[in-house]
């Protein structure tokens, strides 16, 4: 299989954890989500995780020397030599400055997605306690209710997907992570796919625009 080392832009619910599950599911290709490692930590109660509960619960972003060091020490892991899809990060030029440094490229893919459907997105998702597999009550409802359909764990409703903290991550989006854009644009690297359709059709869509972006 074609290796791929990928970057997945967009705003909060723009459907980046669950195309990048869909491509792990199906390509095989692993997924590092900053933000499931930083929940992970906080639910273990790890110093890390002590650091960065009430920087999640506020909706602002973490520092770039935490995030980065995070990223930098996941990536020296075997099992991310040949393809990898980064889930959220890099988020701040700093941070896409510093992966530049420690990894070559071969996409950032952004997906469009506006304002008001995000926030039903995220008011809507739920995620299984238990193997992070993500729901709508609406667009993708589990087969009984608060139940995840692939490992029986119970579904949450995660802290930051309160009306207002979305808001709070909105405005980090666009104030710190929506520069990616034109800085991924420049380097040539930019593949912007219309994220509102539903998940079937964006991963199609992902799946036949890529193939321009890989080396043969
Ligand atoms: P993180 O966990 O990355 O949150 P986020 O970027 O806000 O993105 P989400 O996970 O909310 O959305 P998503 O795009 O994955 O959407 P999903 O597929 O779930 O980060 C959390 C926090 O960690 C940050 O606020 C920050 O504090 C910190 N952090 C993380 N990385 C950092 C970094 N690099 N630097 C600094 N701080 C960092 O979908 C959402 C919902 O919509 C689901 O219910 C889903 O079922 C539904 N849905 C998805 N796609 C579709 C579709 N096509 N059609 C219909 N429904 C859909
Ligand atoms: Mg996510
Ligand atoms: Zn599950």
């Not at 989500?33 to 002590?50: C, N, P, Q, V, Y």
């Not at 509102?196 to 890989?214: C, H, K, M, Q």
Request: proline share 5%; glycine share 8%; aromatic share 8%.
């Amino acid at each position: 299989m074609q290796t791929m080392k990928l970057i997945f832009l967009g705003p909060p619910g723009a459907g980046k954890g669950t195309i990048s599950k869909m491509i792990t599911e199906r390509l095989g290709i692993p997924q590092i989500s900053t933000g499931d490692m930083f929940r992970a930590a906080i639910k273990e109660k790890t110093a890390l995780g002590l650091k960065v509960q009430a920087i999640l619960a506020a909706g602002a972003l973490v520092p770039d020397e935490l995030t980065i060091a995070i990223v930098k020490e996941r990536l020296s892991w075997p099992d991310v030599r040949q393809s990898y899809i980064l889930d959220g990060f890099p988020r701040t030029i700093a941070q896409a400055d510093a992966l530049a440094e420690f990894s070559e490229l071969d996409a950032a893919v952004d997906f469009e997605v506006k304002d008001d459907l995000i926030l039903f997105r995220l008011t809507g998702r739920r995620v299984c306690t238990s193997c992070g597999a993500i729901y709508h009550r609406v667009t993708k409802p589990p087969k009984v209710e608060g139940i995840c359909d692939l490992c029986g764990g119970n579904l949450y409703i995660r802290s930051d997907d309160q009306e207002e903290t979305v808001k709070a991550r909105l405005k980090a989006y666009h104030d710190e992570t929506e520069p990616l854009i034109g800085y991924y644009q420049k380097r040539g690297l930019l593949l912007t796919i219309d994220g509102s359709p539903d998940a079937e059709t964006v991963y199609n869509t992902f799946i036949s625009e890529i193939g321009r972006f890989l080396k043969k």
